[in-house]
Antibody, heavy 121, light 111 residues
């Protein structure tokens, strides 16, 4: 069973860039079957899809966040990352990384524990 | 694009069955059998419990049953147990640029 673990700063200043990394073990991010995705949950709200990336560098980004989101892979470290620019208080959330199966179908079968990111003024 | 629509809350007594609905459109649930459901307990990672409308991952109890009719998917939990108390989310593939749509989530309370 793959294990995923998010890491990164828990506090980001408003207007700056949020950067998170997801370390993957017991699977390879170059596994052709899967994308690797990010989902977030603002306090008191539901889950929100951010985007996914494949080792072919194919990406899917949420329409609402597309202009501020980028994702990348580090195959040497078996990690993938998320960058979200120009953050505001609305970006305060628990951020989850997950393995994303969508060829075909569409589901996230393994998730990290999540990491809380707070955007301060 | 709007999220999929779920009831905010449902409740049931131990041993009973409950159903959570997830309503979409012809661009998502109505056209694709790529509906999945997640159980999310506070402080834990979300857990996949149903994929492809009605398939269960290994290790998931057969008390969880998924179905779909038109643009509405449903999750039925039978023989309710206290451990089932959690938030439940549906997702679907969408032909719009979102690619993945989440429902707003439903809080299940076991009375």
């Amino acid at each position: 069973q793959p294990q995923l673990q998010e890491s990164g700063p828990g506090l980001v200043k408003s207007s700056e860039t949020l950067s998170l990394t997801c370390s993957v073990s017991d699977d390879s991010i170059t596994n052709d079957k899967y994308y690797w995705g990010w989902i977030r949950q603002p306090p008191g709200k539901g889950l929100e899809y951010i985007g996914s990336i494949h080792h072919s560098r194919s990406t899917f980004y949420s329409q609402s966040l597309r202009s501020r989101v980028s994702m990348a892979l580090d195959t040497s470290e078996n990690k993938f990352s998320l960058k979200l620019t120009s953050v505001t208080a609305a970006d305060t959330a628990v951020y989850y990384c997950a393995r994303h199966y969508n060829r075909p179908s569409n589901y996230f079968d393994h998730w990290g524990q999540g990491t809380l990111v707070t955007v301060s003024a | 694009q709007s999220a999929l629509t779920q009831p905010a809350s449902v409740s049931g007594s131990p041993g009973q069955s409950i159903t959570i609905s997830c309503t979409g459109s012809s661009s998502d649930i109505g056209s694709y059998n790529f509906v999945s459901w997640y159980q999310h307990r506070p402080g834990e990672a979300p857990k996949l419990i149903i994929f492809d409308v009605n398939s269960r991952p290994s290790g998931i109890s057969n008390r969880f049953f998924g179905s779909k009719s038109g643009s509405t998917a449903s999750l039925t939990i039978s023989g309710l147990q206290s451990e089932d108390e959690a938030d439940y989310y549906c997702t679907s593939y969408t032909s719009s640029t979102f690619h993945v749509l989440f429902g707003g989530g439903t809080k299940l309370t076991v009375l």
